[in-house]
């Protein structure tokens, strides 16, 4: 498939990506395959190809169609088998991973990241992606290069802690109230921030919010107890909630110094 893939005109490569990449996959996990093209890209293409493999018309979502970082995609059962195509502008990534180089990043509204996309998951996402098809050696070299994580951006990250605790002072606010809503909103966009600053402080990349406050309550830096604590948080989101989440972001701060 990531043969044919990179057969359609504007796509320059192919790679493995998600939890298969990684070798963190269940049985029933869906298999990602990252679309990386440049310029105009032929969506009629991909969509003919779509329907060839998988036996049936199959909705191809152009750039853009899926929100301004996901970008676009199909979704594909093959012989019952889940297979995801995510598009990817490779212009759009190497200048991100050039913002990263330089310790700058953003973080877009994006449908599916109800913590909102940071800019760094491109590169992270080359870094632990698995090549599959690459005539012209394009991702395979950027992916020789964001092997190593840059220390511009881990500042950058480990200094986003100050958010995190204008968030809690935010959800504090509002806790006597009782407006859940806010509490749980503030306090998730906080400890959203720990885990990004947790993985920035040990040079590892973080990609989306799933699964990642497991991988950060494993670092070295993360204070006992994270996952249980940040868990308990959300649940009760009261004053005793806004006290945890308070702890938790000095205790992060003290130990990424």
């Not at 996901?70 to 991973?97: C, T």
């Not at 599959?132 to 190593?148: F, H, I």
Request: net charge negative.
């Amino acid at each position: 498939m990531a043969t044919a893939l990179v057969d359609v005109p504007g796509v320059r490569a192919v790679a493995l990506g998600g939890s298969r990449a990684r070798g963190a996959h269940r049985p029933d996990s869906d298999w990602d395959l990252g679309v990386y093209y440049r310029g105009d890209l032929d969506v009629a293409a991909l969509a003919a190809l779509a329907a060839q493999v998988t036996g049936a018309a199959v909705e191809v979502a152009g750039p853009g169609g899926w929100g301004p970082w996901v970008n676009g995609g199909a979704w594909l059962s093959v012989d019952g088998v889940a297979v995801d195509w995510i598009l990817r502008d490779l212009d759009r990534v190497e200048s991100v991973w050039a913002d990263c180089r330089a310790g700058r990043y953003e973080v877009g509204v994006q449908p599916g990241h109800p913590l909102g996309f940071w800019s760094p998951a491109y590169p992270g996402e080359v870094a632990l992606c698995r090549v599959l098809a690459d005539p012209g050696g394009e991702l395979a070299a950027l992916r020789s290069a964001t092997a190593t994580y840059p220390e511009p951006l881990r500042q950058a990250l480990t200094r986003a802690v100050w958010e995190a605790e204008f968030s809690v002072s935010a959800a504090a606010k509002s806790a006597p109230g009782g407006d859940a809503l806010h509490v749980s909103l503030c306090l998730s966009r906080a400890f959203g921030i720990l885990v990004q600053s947790l993985h920035a402080h040990h040079r590892v990349w973080c990609l989306n919010e799933k699964g990642a406050l497991a991988a950060a309550s494993a670092l070295p830096a993360a204070p006992p107890g994270l996952a249980s604590r940040v868990t308990e948080a959300l649940r009760a989101l009261d004053a005793g909630a806004v006290a945890s989440a308070r702890s938790l972001t000095a205790e992060v701060r003290a130990a990424l110094g």
